[in-house]
């Protein structure tokens, strides 16, 4: 690994562009500090022959790279310049006893409003490969998202071949309008809304669209060489399928972790989920150039994106070859729409390196226990007015154990930090579902959801196992479930309704995949394991930001430990008020 994989700049350029410097300070074992200065402002981008001011990060869709190596310190200095009040989120950054700077909006911190800013500051432990950023308020993640990127430490290596090049490609969704007025105006209603207008390959939608000719992305490759494609899913409310025609895929990393490598030609990744793959190109020039296209996994009963994103792995032509040849272009094939069984065979082969070098700390006794149902129920409708939800007096609402969760008014990690609760959240979130029902059976009769500010609080280093166990209420449908904080061991999934008494004897407590987003499969469930050893507030939560919109969201509280690395210190001068 040369240094050359990082940006360097002068820090004049820094002061200009904002988004590229290497400390000048000298590198000490435990790493450097890595300085970046996000402005959020607006910028004018055109998609599909339409043009929309999008909120960027200093101008550039898809954002900036951030990029560090594991040890190093990162400071982000973010500046709003938009009317809407925004936060980011380094969305699977562990944030150890740096949880003022996880950024989930009135979780662990008020928005920065307009003409305000705030610096996120944090050390990047215990990490290496790739996870994203992205924004952590209402719909802005649809502009505001980009890689991160963090190296293994100076002197270490990857677990894998050194590849040729490393080189992100971030799915997304474009829209044609704002997205904010897609999901106000369906908070409002109650009814679902509206769909994206494409999938995008690093902000390109790619051919397959009308008007598209200008949104391509093209990835040209050397023949007999071996690139690193860091795939992350910033895709609003989509898990993807995705795959290159005639060309097979090393699954190496997932969500910043080093698995056990597997090949597969075709893959999926849900929202919040990264994937290193490794792409070995064809050992000659093959005459003919090949698409990659992603599309989505959609399991729900509602109307979704049906579209397919694509862009071009071409070969560099020899010198002997005309250019002016028409190469003839392959199309890869990817599992159909519905392809749970794909899916579930799919997130079964990622497994834990479980090596000396990187063991897999499995909580093997479990402390506490908990059993949550995921998904859709129905908010009644206001009095005297008529919804567009699954009917005309209710909306749509989402829950986990049937509490939908409100976002407070002020941060609730300020509040609990302070100790001013006043009413900003209850710690009495329910442990089991508080009806039990046939989760994945016949619908309950009553759709109706609670609704509140609840949580559950941990003492420091709990070991916890938690069962996720999706719901048919409104149709049975897949969850990326999010956890902030912290990545935790996937020991089970399975369909049905979770058996407490069989299924745990199955459960792989030895190399188990550890990730931060793991998907509930549609009518099924997943079990998982982790020690709660990093105080603060964390949030969980489906990565379909429609759901989270509709309340599938809860907080853990982590209280503090009795060392004092063990506690979450005060939080720094410029945190926003709210
Ligand atoms: Cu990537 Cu709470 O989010």
């Not at 990264?274 to 729900?300: C, D, H, I, Q, S």
Request: contains cysteine.
């Amino acid at each position: 690994m040369g240094t050359s994989d990082l940006p360097s700049c002068a820090p004049m350029a820094t002061l200009l562009f904002g988004f590229c410097l290497v400390s000048l300070l000298p590198e000490f074992a435990a790493g450097i500090t890595r300085h970046y200065t996000f402005n959020i402002m607006y910028q004018n981008v055109t998609r599909l022959c339409h043009t929309r001011s999008i909120i960027s990060v200093n101008g550039r869709f898809p954002g900036p790279r951030l990029v560090a190596r594991e040890g190093d310190r990162v400071v982000v200095k973010v500046v709003n310049h938009v009317s809407n009040n925004v936060t980011i989120h380094w969305h699977g950054v562990r944030q150890l006893t740096s949880g003022w700077a996880d950024g989930p909006a009135y979780v662990t911190q008020c928005p920065i409003q307009t003409g305000q800013s705030y610096t996120y500051n944090f050390t990047i432990t215990g990490q290496r490969g790739t996870l994203l950023w992205h924004a952590h308020i209402s719909w802005l993640r649809s502009t505001l998202y980009g890689p991160i990127i963090i190296f293994p430490k100076r002197n270490e290596s990857y677990p894998f071949r050194k590849p040729h090049k490393e080189i992100p490609i971030l799915f997304g969704e474009w829209f044609n309008v704002d997205p904010e007025a897609i999901i106000n105006q369906s908070l409002q209603t109650g009814a679902g809304p509206n769909v994206s207008d494409a999938y995008t390959i690093n902000g390109f939608p790619g051919p397959l669209y009308n008007c598209s000719s200008q949104d391509i992305y093209k990835l040209k490759v050397k023949p007999g060489k071996t690139y690193l494609l860091r795939l992350i899913n910033a895709a609003l409310n989509d898990e993807l399928f995705f795959s290159i025609a005639n060309h097979n895929l090393t699954v190496v990393e997932a969500d910043a972790v080093y698995v056990k490598p597997f090949n597969t030609d075709k893959l999926l990744i849900t929202p919040g989920q990264t994937t290193n793959v490794l792409l070995k190109t064809k050992p000659y020039f093959p005459n003919a150039t090949f698409l990659m296209e992603a599309r989505p996994y959609f399991t729900g009963r509602g109307t979704f994106d049906n579209s397919t994103t694509a862009g071009i792995l071409r070969y560099k032509r020899p010198s002997n070859l005309s250019s002016s040849k028409k190469l003839p272009l392959f199309k890869p094939t990817l599992p159909a729409i519905n392809a749970t069984n794909f899916v579930a065979n799919f997130t079964r082969k990622f497994r834990s390196l479980a090596s000396a070098k990187y063991p897999a700390n499995v909580p093997l006794k479990v402390d506490k226990k908990f059993f949550f149902t995921v998904g859709l129920g129905t908010n009644p409708c206001p009095k005297n007015t008529t919804c567009q939800g699954p009917t005309n007096t209710t909306k749509f609402a989402a829950s986990v154990n049937n509490v939908s969760f409100a976002l407070p008014s002020i941060a609730i990690l300020q509040s609990y930090f302070f100790g001013q609760n006043n009413g900003v959240y209850t710690a009495d979130f329910p442990i089991n579902p508080p009806i039990p029902f046939n989760y994945t059976g016949t619908p309950p009769n009553n759709t109706n959801v609670s609704n509140g500010t609840r949580t559950v609080v941990l003492r420091f280093n709990t070991s916890v196992e938690l069962v996720l166990q999706d719901t048919s209420i409104l149709g049975a449908e897949s969850h990326p479930l999010h956890l902030h904080g912290y990545n935790f061991f996937v020991v089970g999934l399975g369909f049905g309704n979770y058996d407490p008494n069989n299924d745990p004897k199955k459960f792989n407590l030895v190399d188990p995949m550890q990730r931060n987003t793991a998907g509930v499969p549609a009518g099924g469930w997943i079990a998982i394991r982790f020690f709660a050893d990093n105080p603060g507030v964390w949030l969980m939560h489906c990565h379909l930001d429609v759901h989270t919109s509709w309340g599938l969201r809860m907080a853990w509280i982590v209280l503090d430990g009795p060392q004092p690395n063990q506690k979450l210190p005060p939080p720094p001068s410029d945190l926003p008020q709210c």
